[in-house]
């Protein structure tokens, strides 16, 4: 595919779907929306208003990372805080599919509160070829897709514009660096939309997201140079005994994930070094008290997902 010529297409459409009216688009620092954040400055300017949705179930610092990210490119992103509305959307759930829909539901009336205070009438989207096949496949709903499903967008107070909805991941990622956008953000490892709810097994609370936030951060900082597709760290439902200061605890399950893919469709495991996982055992169970065991994911994709939900 030639991505120049990809890039001035969508740009085009973007334009005349648009006209003179306005459109938002909500950024999460990932190379999607990322992607779709810079195509659509390039074809409306100002038109369009930029949102990051803090969701509390994000990276750590993931808000400040983003923001300034994109300040460096001269596009403003405006700051939405509405972590309380999510984890009361979280409340009481378990079942992965639900915790997956109450993350869609709050997130799109949250950035539908955003629309009519902007008076926008268009979202522009990351919704990339990987999410609608595994939504209508029925392998897990992806939050970010509506009317693939028969949900109609406007139902929120907007129409959706989805540029790279025919791309896979690696497709998005030339498309990212041919927009200029730096490294750190077209080579971004992927992180899911409902961020550390899908890594959180059970019931996502404020206090479960912190552990898996810490874990995570390590198991990132551990593997980078690896150059994983992705890492992650779940926090399992399940506890175990341990023993901590010669005295039993009943404790967290931390289970280690890396993957090697292009496309997000089918995945490896890496093959981590003994020593690398020692020391990352080493400083979960060390930084995180509550924690007592640590494991690391052998499955591959498929008959596994990436993701745990």
């Known amino acids: 595919m030639d991505y120049q010529e990809f890039i001035e297409k969508k740009i085009k459409e973007i334009k005349d779907l648009v006209g ?6 909500a950024l999460s620092g990932g190379v999607d ?16 208003r930029t949102v990051f949705i803090d969701t509390g179930v994000m990276r750590e610092k993931e808000p400040d990372n983003v923001i300034n990210i994109f300040k460096g490119l001269g596009i403003k992103v405006e700051l939405i805080d509405a972590q309380d509305e999510f984890f009361k959307a979280f409340k009481g759930i378990e079942d992965p599919e639900e915790k997956r ?9 949250v950035l539908g509160r955003a629309v009519k205070e902007s008076k926008a009438h268009y979202l522009l989207q990351g919704t990339i070829a990987a999410d609608i096949v595994e939504t209508k496949g029925g392998i ?6 509506l009317d693939q499903i028969g949900i109609d967008s406007q139902s929120y107070g907007f129409k959706v514009i989805e540029p790279l909805k025919e791309l896979y991941k690696d ?4 498309v990212a660096k041919k927009l200029g956008l730096p490294e750190e953000s077209y080579q971004r490892m992927p992180f899911p939309g409902p961020g550390l709810s899908c890594r959180v097994i ?26 994983p597709f992705l890492v992650a760290a779940i926090l399992l439902n399940d506890r175990a005994t341990g023993v901590i200061d010669g005295k039993r605890a009943f404790g967290d399950i931390i289970c280690v994930r890396s993957v090697e893919s292009k496309d997000a469709m089918t995945a490896e495991v890496t093959e981590v070094p003994w020593e690398t996982l020692r020391r990352i055992e080493k ?10 065991k640590v494991l690391y994911d052998l499955s591959p994709k498929p008959p596994s997902t990436i993701e745990y939900i």
């Open 202 to 227: 059970g019931e996502v609370t404020r206090e479960r997201v912190e552990i898996v936030r810490k874990a995570g951060s390590i198991v990132e900082e551990e593997l980078k140079g690896l150059q």
């Open 20 to 25: 003179s009216e306005k459109a938002i688009n």
């Open 101 to 109: 829909k109450a993350f869609r539901n709050t997130f799109y009336t």
């Open 283 to 292: 400083r979960i169970t060390s930084g995180l008290p509550s924690v007592t």
């Open 171 to 174: 497709g998005v990622r030339e």
């Open 33 to 48: 929306s990322s992607a779709v954040t810079v195509l659509g400055h390039r074809a409306i300017g100002d038109q369009l």
């Open 140 to 145: 897990k709903t992806q939050h970010n897709v």
